[in-house]
């Protein structure tokens, strides 16, 4: 059992609860109760965790672990953990000294900003306590807390509740349970975050207890609940009883679950969140919100490929009301109301989706209205019109019909990676894939009804076959008319040239030049967990994604693998193979199964943001990434379909 891999569950709402399996929490993130007060953004730490144990004929068994400066753990409930099942949600089995099993669950409510928790004993045993002490903060969930004389441990009880409101600004805290609480105050100090301290970040939080809840085991299961206050309304007293709730909760919750088809499936329900009266996609959990480009990357696997079109649906619509200038926002800040225009792909991204989402829609016979068509065009049409006349950043068609971009010390691709002043992979001028992405663009647009779409796209298909192609390397350069300056090219070797053959729906690179790249790309960027981001030998190349930001920062795409771009390199690589079905069974093989076998590495049941570019590849960054678990199973369930149906089964006498 790994005891470091973490765990997450996610209430539709921006909040969640999210820990390790062996219960010792190792970033500032780790939480019982992560809230978001203006979904998905607005994040504050509620509960950060707790301590508890069982008192038996005189002894005390701890059931969890904390870690403590200089690096003392302590209790030791993480050595009496037998078991851990991450399905229906989290579910520990503890064995102590003395024979008693104890089981624990934590599931998170599904559109509230609510988490449960329960302990049993598999068999009866008379006079058998647990008692739990919470460790609260109220803090953004980025910070971190130490003691201090404002924080206010004054409790409110009222029926089977109690409730904490440590900070004003901050959200309440209600505490429903079917045992007894027991006001005691307590500062615990100098937890260490071990993640964070190897991060290159602070580590240490002093974190607020207000006093203990006790439960006698033998009479009936532990149970206890934790919810946010948003305002002066309490839960508590609820006339309902917290047993019977719970066991409604629990019912709907495993009946929801059930019902997704696999465990990609499910996991990307975690990602599909509320924004105002629509949706949108969590970029990856713990610590990211939602972003233009991710979204529409992300959306084409979480949503199309997950058989959910009507959020896919509300997400396009939502996002085409934001349209500024022909860019759609790369994100939207955690604090205040204005939106960023960074990124040069995300618009062409959104027009991708829109084009996936409506052949989806058809292909499922299913029916988009004259208004929500014309919505989508209208946001398709006024991107190719802003970027064609030009707009933000120096975005702007050039002659020969391909997209120039950039401006120094603003990076504008998905690699935007920045050290206080210094870009480290600016690709000013006309990167690879923002080509791919624009002449899919023009082609969609032109296909919509656009008449000044068709001559630009024939100008700049030309264009990229004559510019772009390195024929004393067999592969394509990564930028041309670098820094806008006419005929100059970057040839570094990276994995962006795979979208000109996969990863889009019209390829703009075929025949033998397409095969070349994508051996190519197989040869020198392809690991079990995705792509390299920089070819092994080019110069820069970190083999490592470690230390604190600015050596983490500068690894970002200078080697690091990104597990996202395994889904356009598999779909080249079946495309070049002529998308037979035996080049689809190889590819599964291949590529999908040793990828989907680190769903039980590190955030368990999902996909991790990025990994080493070395083996044993350890994977960093975010563990639970959309984007990751989106292009996992838009390949699973589109890419390569028709090598997971098997034959009929036939029988033989």
Known sequence: MNHAAEWLEADGLGGFASGTVGGIRTRRYHALLLVATTPPTGRYVLVNGYDAWVEYDGRRFALSAQCYTPGVSSPDGDRRLETFAPVPWPTWGFRLEDGIEVEQQVFVVRGAPRVILSWRVKTPVPGAQLVVRPFLSGRDYHALHHENPALRFAARPEGDAVTWRPYDGAPGIVARSNGAYEHEPHWYRGFLYSEERDRGQEFVEDLASPGS??????????????????????????????????????????????????????????????RGAGMTIVAGYPWFTDWGRDTFVALR????????????????????????????????????????????DASLWYIV??????????????????AERRTLDHAVQRILTGYADGTRYGIHADRDGLLAAGQPGVPLTWMDAKVGDWVVTPRIGKPVEVQALWLNALRIGAAGGGTRWGALLERGAAAFGAR??????????????????????????????????????????????????????????????????????????????????????????????????????????????????????????????????HLNDAGLGHVAEIADAEPPHRPRGCPFQAWSVGEALRLDQVVLAAAARRPPRVRTA
């Not at 206050?229 to 309490?234: I, Y």
């Not at 989706?353 to 004259?370: M, N, T």
């Not at 350069?477 to 670098?482: C, L, M, R, Y």
């Not at 994604?545 to 356009?568: F, I, N, S």
């Open 468 to 597: 772009f192609w390195n024929p004393s390397g067999g592969y394509l350069h990564d930028v041309v008319d670098v820094d806008h300056h006419p005929g100059t090219v970057d040839a570094t070797f990276r994995p962006n040239q795979i979208f000109a053959v996969g990863g889009l729906p019209f390829p703009v690179l075929n025949g033998a030049a397409a095969h070349q790249v994508v051996d190519a790309v197989e040869r020198r960027l392809v690991t079990p967990l995705g792509l390299r981001s920089l070819a092994p030998g080019e110069p820069g190349y970190a083999a490592r994604y470690e230390g604190g930001v600015a050596a983490r920062d500068g690894a970002y795409h200078q080697g690091t693998v990104w597990p996202w771009l395994l889904g356009p390199f598999v779909e080249a690589w079946v495309r070049v193979r002529g998308g037979t079905v035996a080049a689809q069974r190889k590819a599964r093989r291949q590529f999908l199964v040793p990828l989907l076998a």
């Open 301 to 344: 696997g979480l949503c199309l490929a997950g058989d959910r079109l009507d959020a896919a649906r509300g997400i396009l619509l939502q996002w085409a009301d934001a349209v500024s200038e022909g860019m759609v926002p790369n994100r939207f800040p955690d604090r205040g109301d204005e939106p960023e225009f960074n990124a040069v």
């Open 213 to 274: 809840f006790t439960w006698d085991l033998s009479a009936a299961e532990a149970l206890w609940s934790l919810e946010a206050e948003f305002g002066s309304g309490s839960s508590g007293g609820a006339e309902t009883s917290l047993a019977a709730e719970v066991k409604r909760l629990r019912a709907a919750e495993r009946t929801r679950r059930d019902a997704f088809p696999t465990p990609l499936q499910r996991a990307a329900d975690a990602y599909l969140v509320r």
């Open 353 to 370: 989706a829109v084009h996936d989402y409506l052949a989806a829609v058809a292909a499922a016979e299913g029916h988009v209205s004259d």
